[in-house]
């Protein structure tokens, strides 16, 4: 099993930022894909970013590109999120998650943390 917990969402106005981290624990060794994914109200939830823990590579949303950037923190187990640019289309519930290899959809993923609401006003 895989725990994953998330901080650092909150209330911004556009143009503000926010940083995201996601911190897991337990065998953590058999996931190699860190990923943010975002669910707005009435909405499908969606693929934000990802990073792998081996090489470091990354893959974005084309919509958060330029404005978010993923990394990651192998000594601590960290995954973190920054969020620049915030528009009121970035509002939503984001999620941790975690699972073998990238991918932008969300079965592919067993593992997820609890979401941290993420809120930029106009």
Not at 3 to 16: K, N, R, T
Not at 20 to 46: H, K, N, V, Y
Not at 52 to 81: E, M, P
Request: net charge neutral; glycine share 10%; with cysteine.
């Amino acid at each position: 099993q895989v725990q994953l917990v998330e901080s650092g969402g909150g209330l911004v106005q556009a143009g503000g930022s926010l940083r995201l981290s996601c911190i897991a624990s337990g065998r953590t060794f058999s996931t190699d894909a860190m990923a943010w994914f975002r669910q707005a109200p009435g909405a499908e939830r969606e693929f934000v970013a990802a990073i792998t823990w081996s090489q470091g590579s990354t893959y974005y949303l084309d919509s958060v590109k330029g404005r978010f950037t993923i990394s990651r923190d192998n000594a601590k187990n960290t995954v973190h999120l920054q969020m620049n640019s915030l528009k009121p289309e970035d509002t939503a519930v984001y999620y941790c998650a975690a699972g073998p290899v990238v991918a932008g959809i969300s079965r592919n993923y067993d593992y997820w943390g609890q979401g941290t609401q993420v809120t930029v006003s106009s």
